[in-house]
């Protein structure tokens, strides 16, 4: 499929899920694992980042910064010469911030199909020139599967939400948790 061109969406009109769906993948090398040829945890995040990013960006049209990830648990080791391939769609949308899933898969020489790595949740905030929090489209969901990743991702906000002012409330009565 040819890159589709960023194209502006005026902020009342919603954009389809479709539109923020992004594809990466590259073959895991010697510099991206240990001395027992597994790839370090940290490579496998920053391409979930990565792919994260580009599917806020193709939504926002515009910039956008990660603000947040849920816990990411990696269910399968990752191998020096696997294929990581991470696929991203934006998920929720609120007025500046946007959810986006992602799912690691990996094929391995000698076994068939894609094993499933991880998913993993972020929040990115589409940001303007200067780094200021900017009103986004909302999203549109394609169909029932989309509509139930965004209403997961409700809640999974409402909890990120809840998480946050119980941790501020333990800061002001000076506990750290």
Request: contains cysteine.
């Amino acid at each position: 499929m040819p890159f589709d061109p960023i194209v502006e969406q005026p902020l009342d009109q919603s954009i389809p899920t479709e539109r923020s769906r992004t594809t990466l993948a590259r073959v895991m090398g010697v510099v991206d694992a240990n001395n027992y040829g597994n790839v370090h945890g940290g490579v496998i995040m920053r391409a979930v980042d990565e792919a994260g990013g580009v599917a806020a960006i193709r939504h926002s049209q515009g910039p956008a910064v990660t603000a947040f990830m849920d816990e990411m648990a990696l269910l399968e080791p990752v191998k020096q010469g696997d294929l990581l391939t991470t696929r991203a769609q934006v998920n929720w949308t609120g007025r500046t911030s946007m959810e986006v899933g992602v799912r690691v898969t990996v094929q391995r020489l000698g076994i068939e199909g894609e094993i499933h790595v991880s998913t993993a949740y972020l929040v990115f905030v589409a940001i303007d020139a200067a780094g200021v929090p900017r009103p986004i489209p909302p999203v549109e969901p394609d169909c029932d599967e989309e509509r139930l990743r965004f209403h997961a991702a409700e809640i999974r906000r409402a909890s990120r939400l809840e998480r946050r002012r119980a941790i501020k409330e333990l800061r002001e009565r000076g506990l750290e948790p």
